[in-house]
């Protein structure tokens, strides 16, 4: 009788898996850490999609970048986190589909990220190695189109990736009240070149490149005249801002991916749990970095939380100075 209550599904005797242990105080911690970085995710980040895209004067293609950013964060709470709760709480309930469902809008939310941050490094390159034509290469239209085309590559990405688990849904499986999809070899090698590899590279050649040329132009402005010095230093601010952005997404990044190639299952161990944590915490982080970096969107965060974007005009307001 006591084994049958350990079952996720005691009618199905031994095709059933067994209720994970939640009452471990580590476990129990995961799950508190887990909630609530979740909670302030989707709030933080649908703070950042309201300001940019209510605000005519942040419609730039900078801000374009970031609110596709923010989108991939806010589904990141919204939908990774809760199923990783659930995977790790709880037993599996909702069927196959679902979480082949889950698991797929989880691979290409994160595939959407990583080419967000590979669009944002693009971007600062131009706009400090390149800054005369900046606004000629790098238009609204063109970034829109750019953020269309990730999200696109990332949902056929996740398709090629995940072909055999559409096959045949649940076929990785072991018991009933899992969910768990696997990698062949040639999936596996594909995503860790093209989720992992080339873009940590592309970022850390194109920051290499937009930071020497920060520091050359930084000398250079001292003996420049006041008015050209001020355009300058807003897009090396910007640069150091986003920088920062790039840099943290790094640290978040990395040894979740270390850790997966290792050969760790997720949440195997207490070392991997923390880097499950730190992983998914980047999408609570990046709009803790706006209003730390950005006078602009503390101002309308402002409008925001005090509703006045729900008056006449209110989207011509001044944000930036």
Same mark, same amino acid.
Not at 45 to 73: G, M
Not at 127 to 139: E, K, N, Q, V
Not at 276 to 301: D, G
């Given at each position: 009788?006591?084994?049958?209550?350990?079952?996720?599904?005691?009618?199905?005797?031994?095709?059933?898996? =067994?209720?994970?242990?939640?009452?471990?105080?580590?476990?129990?911690?995961?799950?508190?850490?887990?909630?609530?970085?979740?909670?302030?995710?989707?709030?933080?980040?649908?703070?950042?999609?309201?300001?940019?895209?209510?605000? =005519?004067?942040?419609?730039?293609?900078?801000?374009?970048?970031?609110?596709?950013?923010?989108?991939?964060?806010?589904?990141?709470?919204?939908?990774?986190?809760?199923?990783?709760? !659930?995977?790790?709480?709880?037993?599996?309930?909702?069927?196959?589909?679902?979480?082949?469902?889950?698991?797929?809008?989880?691979?290409?939310?994160?595939?959407?990220?990583?080419?967000?941050?590979?669009?944002?490094?693009?971007?600062?390159?131009?706009?400090?190695?390149?800054?005369?034509?900046? !606004?000629?290469?790098?238009?609204?239209?063109?970034?829109?189109?750019?953020?269309?085309?990730?999200?696109?590559?990332?949902?056929?990405?996740?398709?090629?990736?995940?072909?055999?688990?559409?096959? #045949?849904?649940?076929?990785?499986?072991?018991?009933?009240?899992?969910?768990?999809?696997?990698?062949?070899?040639?999936?596996?090698?594909?995503?860790?070149?093209?989720?992992?590899?080339?873009?940590? $590279?592309?970022?850390?050649?194109?920051? $290499?490149?937009? *930071?020497?040329?920060?520091?050359?132009?930084?000398?250079?402005?001292?003996? =420049?005249?006041?008015?050209?010095?001020?355009?300058?230093?807003?897009?090396?601010?910007?640069? $150091?801002?986003?920088?920062?952005?790039?840099?943290?997404?790094?640290?978040?990044?990395?040894?979740?991916?270390?850790?997966?190639?290792?050969?760790?299952?997720?949440?195997?161990?207490?070392?991997?749990?923390?880097?499950?944590?730190? *992983?998914?915490?980047?999408?609570?982080?990046?709009?803790?970095?706006?209003?730390?970096?950005?006078?602009?969107?503390?101002?309308?965060?402002?409008?925001?939380? $005090?509703?006045?974007?729900? #008056?006449?005009?209110?989207?011509?307001?001044?944000?930036?100075?």
């Amino acid at each position: 009788m006591e084994d049958k209550e350990e079952l996720c599904f005691p009618q199905l005797s031994n095709l059933s898996c =067994r209720k994970p242990s939640s009452s471990s105080s580590k476990m129990m911690t995961i799950r508190v850490l887990m909630s609530s970085i979740a909670l302030l995710t989707v709030a933080l980040n649908l703070l950042v999609i309201i300001a940019i895209s209510h605000f =005519r004067q942040l419609h730039t293609p900078t801000n374009i970048l970031l609110l596709s950013l923010a989108v991939s964060d806010f589904l990141m709470g919204l939908i990774m986190m809760p199923l990783m709760i !659930s995977r790790i709480s709880s037993c599996w309930i909702f069927g196959e589909y679902i979480c082949l469902m889950c698991y797929y809008l989880s691979f290409t939310i994160t595939s959407a990220s990583i080419g967000d941050m590979v669009l944002i490094s693009v971007d600062r390159y131009v706009a400090i190695c390149d800054p005369l034509r900046y !606004s000629s290469r790098i238009t609204e239209r063109r970034v829109k189109v750019c953020v269309c085309l990730c999200w696109l590559c990332s949902v056929l990405y996740t398709g090629f990736c995940l072909k055999n688990n559409l096959r #045949q849904p649940g076929i990785y499986n072991s018991c009933y009240g899992e969910c768990v999809i696997a990698l062949d070899f040639i999936e596996g090698t594909v995503d860790l070149v093209v989720t992992f590899i080339a873009p940590i $590279t592309a970022i850390i050649v194109l920051y $290499t490149r937009v *930071f020497a040329a920060a520091v050359t132009q930084a000398r250079a402005m001292r003996s =420049r005249v006041a008015a050209g010095v001020t355009a300058k230093k807003s897009e090396l601010k910007a640069a $150091t801002t986003l920088g920062v952005l790039v840099v943290v997404f790094l640290i978040c990044f990395c040894p979740y991916n270390c850790l997966i190639l290792s050969g760790h299952s997720l949440l195997q161990s207490w070392s991997m749990s923390f880097v499950t944590l730190l *992983f998914v915490s980047n999408s609570c982080l990046n709009p803790l970095i706006y209003t730390l970096f950005y006078p602009w969107f503390r101002k309308a965060l402002r409008l925001i939380v $005090t509703l006045q974007i729900l #008056q006449p005009g209110s989207c011509n307001a001044k944000i930036l100075r």
